[in-house]
């Protein structure tokens, strides 16, 4: 008799066992597939600074500015100038002298 208590108490903690780890792997599932929604795409950093440089008197200076910024922040403002609210991360950028590095 005291081992058929024995086994069913084994019996009761594996399965217990086995729930949590069914539950614990629904939850890695989620969170993966929750990963893939959240996911933004790559922004073309050429097509946007070849546009936002376009009008540039130093044109291999700007794209190369906005190049560095684009890849950084995954974004160029549109337009050849302005539009700060569109990109903030890309204009709080600044130089070691405390002048703003994107263009």
Same mark, same amino acid.
């Given at each position: @008799?005291a081992i058929s208590k024995r086994i069913l108490v084994a019996m009761v903690f594996f399965s217990l066992l086995v729930v949590h780890l069914?539950?614990? *792997?629904?939850?890695?599932?989620?969170? +993966? *597939?929750?990963?893939?929604?959240?996911?933004?795409?790559?922004? *073309? !950093?050429?097509?946007? =600074?070849?546009?936002? !440089?376009?009008?540039?008197?130093?044109?291999?200076?700007?794209?190369?500015? =906005?190049?560095? !910024? =684009?890849?950084?922040?995954?974004?160029?403002?549109?337009?050849?100038?302005?539009?700060?609210?569109?990109?903030? =991360?890309?204009?709080? @950028? &600044? &130089?070691?002298?405390?002048?703003? +590095?994107?263009?």
């Amino acid at each position: @008799m005291a081992i058929s208590k024995r086994i069913l108490v084994a019996m009761v903690f594996f399965s217990l066992l086995v729930v949590h780890l069914v539950e614990a *792997d629904n939850q890695v599932v989620v969170n +993966k *597939d929750a990963t893939k929604s959240s996911y933004t795409p790559k922004l *073309d !950093c050429g097509a946007a =600074c070849e546009a936002r !440089c376009r009008l540039a008197s130093r044109q291999k200076i700007c794209k190369r500015a =906005c190049g560095t !910024c =684009c890849a950084r922040c995954n974004c160029a403002p549109p337009g050849t100038s302005g539009n700060q609210e569109l990109c903030p =991360c890309y204009f709080a @950028m &600044t &130089t070691h002298g405390g002048k703003r +590095k994107c263009p």
